[in-house]
């Protein structure tokens, strides 16, 4: 509970990080603020917020897709 509400308060400033295209909760070691980012190259990702460690994830640039979130086509 504690990372959801110390995300909201810094959702906003991370998707402006350049590189940074989504934010999230992750739960593999404990509760995580999940950075998803297009490289790890050349950047100082913070480490934590506000004692609430911070996991960098490299997904790359994400890309139109013809599904659905659901996988049903998008129809």
């Not at 590189?19 to 950047?43: A, C, H, K, P």
């Not at 004692?51 to 998008?74: F, H, Q």
């Amino acid at each position: 509970m504690r990372a959801q509400e110390v995300l909201e308060r810094h959702r906003g400033e991370l998707l402006r990080l350049p590189g940074v295209v989504g934010v999230g909760i992750g739960r593999s070691n404990g509760e995580t603020i999940e950075l998803l980012v297009e490289s790890q190259e050349g950047r100082n990702w913070p480490r934590e917020l506000e004692g609430v460690p911070v996991r960098v994830r490299v997904v790359g640039r994400p890309k139109a897709s013809d599904e659905g979130l659901d996988g049903t086509g998008g129809n």
